[in-house]
DNA sequence: TCAAAAGTGTTTGTTATACACCCATGA
DNA sequence: TCATGGGTGTATAACAAACACTTTTGA
């Protein structure tokens, strides 16, 4: 990832990394020596025959020392942005990883996503996509189960989707969601918070559902 | 697109263009001289300078002559699959026409997506991605309207998102959750087709509306 | 005047939201 | 025994799906 090719590069792969703090996102960045911007989004140029997502795999492992929970593609950015190689395109990866799980290795730090420092035009692009992408997929995908440990309380991962979300969810009528999603299962065992009841323990293990057949929804975005 | 460049091929963008013929998706090829399939999806190597975007929009132009109703990028493709260039990574964009409107330049024909010729394993993971963007963003974004034309019919607009979601759906309900997203609206004109009652004209012109701010909803995959 | 397609009022069942309450624990 | 957070039964509102019907035209 430090080393610069000399002419013609073709493209390089950036992985935007995050993960869910007490109460807001923050990404990984990697600490520069000599660029513009001090911090940048860790990336690498794929070696030949090296896949797109295993280039991916690869910075994120160079990152945190194991590969993230989840990972998918959000797009290619270019479109004349700068970005600190002088690739003319960069393809983007969204990880996911659990807070606690999440020990970076010198020279990388999270950052709140309010209090990012200055980052190069095309990584501010892609970690802005990123965040994006985060909020639209998330009852797509299991997004809040993969910022959270394998086994989680019911309290915890609610408080994870209100965080996602920006807003507060009503207790009751997240759990009775979640049932009638079969996405958790109780484990045998009770964490006691401190002070009031413990809380059962969960872990994410959906079951094979037929997905409710609704009709057209028609949610589209404003004009 | 037809010019392959020497060596060292950045990257290329190729535009999936997809249009809805009687009961089916189709998507637009041009034919090769000189490959090793007979038939690719548009593409093209940008030149310095010109952003991903636009040089989609070329592709787009140089085959239909005249710019798709909608274009978003899907993603990029590369992952040692071949593709007609030497390049190792291409960027896919989802380019939607009406059907009428389209009538594609010589060298290029539209096929249904069920009877796809032979394409390159790179192209054709481009043209499943889009399908599979297609129907994942129906009720996201206002695709059935950009394989409409300007005006048309409630019935030309269910039929479309029943072939689009690939199922029926009902008449009344279809009209009613129409009406509650406020999406179009009703022009002074009819039009008779055949027997029957003619049907009224309509324009996509949505108002914007206030989204119901539902919590979570759990749609997950399956796993 | 009948078939065909457009368009609508009303009912029914499902799902989301919320209130109100009980449970278990540490201080 | 009381404050704190976990957990749940039940009512109400919102919504989706369907039925059944009226309207308007061409053959």
């Known amino acids: 990832m430090r080393e610069r090719p000399s002419r013609a590069t073709p493209h390089t792969v950036d992985a935007v990394l995050a993960t869910a703090t007490g109460n807001e996102l923050a990404i990984l960045l990697v600490r520069n020596s000599s660029e513009r911007e001090r911090w940048s989004v860790p990336w690498r140029t794929p070696q030949a025959g090296e896949t797109l997502a295993a280039a991916a795999a690869t910075v994120a492992k ?5 590969p993230p929970a989840w990972m998918e593609q959000i797009g290619a950015f270019g479109d004349g942005k700068r970005h600190p190689s002088e690739a003319e395109v960069s393809v983007a990866y969204l990880g996911l990883v659990p807070h606690d799980t999440a020990s970076p290795r010198t020279g990388y730090a999270w950052f709140q996503v ?8 095309r990584q501010r692009a892609m970690v802005e996509g990123a965040t994006k992408a985060i909020e639209g997929s998330l009852d797509q995908a299991p997004i809040a189960f993969r910022l959270l440990p394998a086994t989680f309380t019911l309290s915890e991962l609610q408080h994870m989707y209100e965080l996602l979300l920006g807003k ?10 979640l049932q009638a999603a079969w996405l ?38 404003y004009p």
Chains 1, 2 share one sequence.
């Open 62 to 66: 160079d990152a945190l020392g194991e």
């Open 114 to 121: 309010t209090e990012l420092p200055p980052l190069a035009p």
């Open 168 to 177: 507060r969810l009503h207790k009751a009528s997240f759990r009775r969601a």
């Open 184 to 221: 958790v299962e109780p484990m045998d065992e009770w964490r006691s918070e401190g002070r009031g009841r413990p809380a059962q323990l969960f872990q994410y293990l959906p079951k094979k559902k037929r997905r409710p057949h609704r009709g057209v929804r028609f949610d589209f975005l």
